[in-house]
């Protein structure tokens, strides 16, 4: 999903190279928020993102994704 610059996220959750990006939206029916993953690597002197995981990737990104859904209901609950 692709964000212009002037949406910044309210919050990215790492676990080495997995990560989870959480972005703000407001809606008519308030605030909503959407979840982005990426898995970063070095491709020679570039860093870049792929949104392709590898069998041992599943578990971090899990961990990863359970954390961006308590850290999105905690700011509801604030």
């Keep these: 999903m692709a964000k212009n610059a002037s949406n910044k996220p309210v919050h990215e959750i790492r676990y080495g190279s997995i990560k989870a990006v959480i972005w703000k939206n407001e809606t008519a ?3 909503m ?13 570039d860093w870049k993102e792929s949104n392709g995981f590898g ?9 990863a994704l ?7 209901h905690a700011q509801k609950a604030a």
Aim: proline letters at 0%.
């Design 66 to 72: 359970n954390d961006a859904h308590s850290w999105i």
């Design 55 to 63: 069998r041992d990737d599943l578990l971090i990104l899990a961990k």
């Design 29 to 31: 029916n308030g605030v």
């Design 33 to 45: 928020h959407n979840v982005t993953v990426a898995r970063i690597y070095k491709d020679g002197e």
